[in-house]
């Protein structure tokens, strides 16, 4: 079609870099989808329990995003000019490094699943016994005082997970980045500070390296209150103030493309996916609970405009701050690291399944797990339990056991450890769950949603729409705009957005039979934890 043949219309656009593929989205203002395109980039598995991405294939892909997505428009019809912002929405906690000079990556991004960093766990904490956090009035805050100061301050605890870890682990292990600290040309950020980074720089001028609370308040280095970097942790974690991104809100115009397809659109939204997918199944206000079943799962529980300390193994962190002036909004979470993933290892590292199909159809056709349970601590236990020697555990196992009841124990897994998350909100936040707004992967089985209404007692609402994430950060970007009129300060102004049928789960599953599956995974959690404590290394 020519080019003077294409509607002119009014859309917003998200790109959603996510664990394994990238993918970019137009939706209109109900949040239909006029076009999208998506790719896939390779992961690298060096050693056990690592998982890295190639930072320069994170960019070529996309750019492949943008591109494609641009065609899809317009074959459908639609000028690429009808895009009026685009909003970022990011794997969380994945860590690149790469130079100020050259703009160029120094070594592959360590991915937030990884484990290699349990030695660098253990050196924080012998620190924060020995030598404290010091804050500002010549305090010192040591051992168990520490960590709490460190849970208020941050929401956070000592762990894997968080990207000051992952960077220490960097510095420690590629000269590359130790050199480029020592000679102050270290530029530091997660996904989103990477591609923004890259959008918006020119042959001559380095791009824009910001990044927004939600993404920064998973890095120990955020002092969640203020929304600013804290000098008490920057000085105990050992990293200079100059390698951080600038902070800026969730939802604003930073900048705008400097070259190819989408040259001169502004980028005006930025979120970690978590906190994006909150956003887009609309949780705007307090009490609203959502869970992303992805490569891992994880629950949000908006808790308003304060910060709550988590007293049963969750995290505090930020939701979304809707504009440079406005309030940040917050949330309880509970993060846990396998979910689809399991399936994944099914096919490529067992071989029970063929695809997803095969392990739906296995799964149906047995009446139950017969007994087994699956501790999917591939990498150790994230929330609720956090022990990062946890292994994963296949425990139950009979001669009766085939694979239909292994890959009905996988889809149990997820929500089992769906409801200790959900159980540890409850207790934080005296707040009983009536229902559980759902996305990702998972939840197109209509069967692992009964399996999580019925094993977890509570309502699973699913929308028609399920590219939740991705539309968390286009309601963003329109939002910093005033596109369509959205304002996330005002949710009556997103009243029309993705308002297409849901499907309520409702539990079927006695109360009895609830419970008594429920023992069985406790103990099973319990058999999992601690068994590779005594072989980690420093």
């Not at 050693?47 to 892909?61: R, T």
Request: net charge negative.
């Amino acid at each position: 079609m020519s080019s003077s043949a294409l509607k002119e219309g009014e859309f917003v656009g998200a790109l959603d870099c996510g664990t394994t593929s990238t993918r970019f989205i137009i939706f209109d203002s109900v949040a239909n989808v006029i076009a999208e395109y998506q790719a896939e980039f390779p992961q690298y598995y060096p050693h056990p329990g690592w998982h890295e991405h190639n930072p320069q294939e994170l960019i070529d892909v996309v750019i492949e995003c943008l591109d494609g997505a641009a065609k899809a428009l317009e074959q459908a019809g639609w000028s690429k000019s009808s895009i009026k912002s685009i909003g970022i929405t990011n794997q969380r906690e994945t860590t690149v490094a790469w130079s100020k000079s050259t703009g160029k990556a120094l070594c592959n991004a360590i991915v937030w699943d990884d484990a290699r960093t349990k030695g660098t766990v253990k050196h924080y904490n012998r620190l924060m016994d020995e030598n404290g956090l010091v804050l500002p009035d010549g305090t010192i805050k040591k051992g168990r005082e520490g960590r709490r100061y460190l849970m208020e301050l941050t929401g956070l605890q000592i762990s894997t997970y968080f990207s000051a870890i992952k960077l220490h682990w960097m510095q420690e292990h590629h000269p590359e980045v130790k050199k480029a600290i020592k000679d102050d040309d270290l530029a530091f950020g997660t996904v989103d500070s990477w591609i923004i980074y890259n959008l918006t720089k020119t042959s001559t001028k380095p791009g824009l390296h910001i990044t927004d609370p939600t993404n920064a308040s998973r890095s120990l280095l955020l002092d969640l209150h203020k929304l600013e970097w804290n000098d008490t942790l920057l000085d105990f974690f050992g990293f200079k103030r100059s390698i951080l991104p600038e902070l800026k809100s969730s939802s604003e115009v930073y900048g705008e493309i400097t070259e190819g397809t989408f040259k001169g659109v502004k980028i005006a939204g930025i979120a970690g996916d978590q906190q994006a997918a909150l956003i887009g199944n609309k949780c705007l206000t307090k009490g609203e609970g959502k869970n992303t079943y992805g490569t891992g799962a994880f629950v949000l529980f908006h808790t308003g405009n304060e910060v709550v300390v988590s007293k049963n193994g969750l995290i505090g962190t930020v939701a979304y701050q809707a504009g440079p002036k406005a309030k940040p909004a917050y949330a309880l979470e509970g993060s846990i690291a396998v979910a689809g993933s399991a399936i994944k290892w099914l096919r490529d590292g067992a071989q029970i399944i063929n695809d997803v199909k095969h392990f739906n159809t296995l799964a149906e056709g047995v009446e139950d797990s017969a007994g087994l349970y699956f501790v999917t601590a591939f990498g150790g236990l994230l929330a609720p339990y956090w022990d990062p020697s946890a292994c994963g555990m296949l425990i139950g196992v009979t001669s009766y056991t085939t694979p239909g009841h292994i890959a009905r124990a996988t889809m149990e897994a997820a929500c089992f450890h769906t409801r200790a998350v959900v159980e540890a909100m409850k207790h934080d936040s005296n707040t009983e769950l009536k229902h559980l707004k759902v996305d990702g992967g998972m939840t197109n089985s209509d069967m692992t949603m009964q399996l999580q209404a019925d094993l977890g007692g509570f309502d699973v609402v699913r929308p028609e729409m399920r590219e939740s994430t991705a539309l968390g950060a286009a309601l963003l970007a329109g939002s910093a705009i005033k596109l369509f009129g959205w304002d996330l300060n005002d949710p009556k102004t997103l009243e029309h957005v993705n308002t297409k049928g849901n499907r309520i789960f409702k539990p079927s599953l006695s109360e009895e039979d609830r419970e008594e599956r429920w023992r069985g995974w406790k103990k099973a959690v319990d058999r999992s934890k601690g068994w590779t404590e005594d072989y980690e290394s420093d």
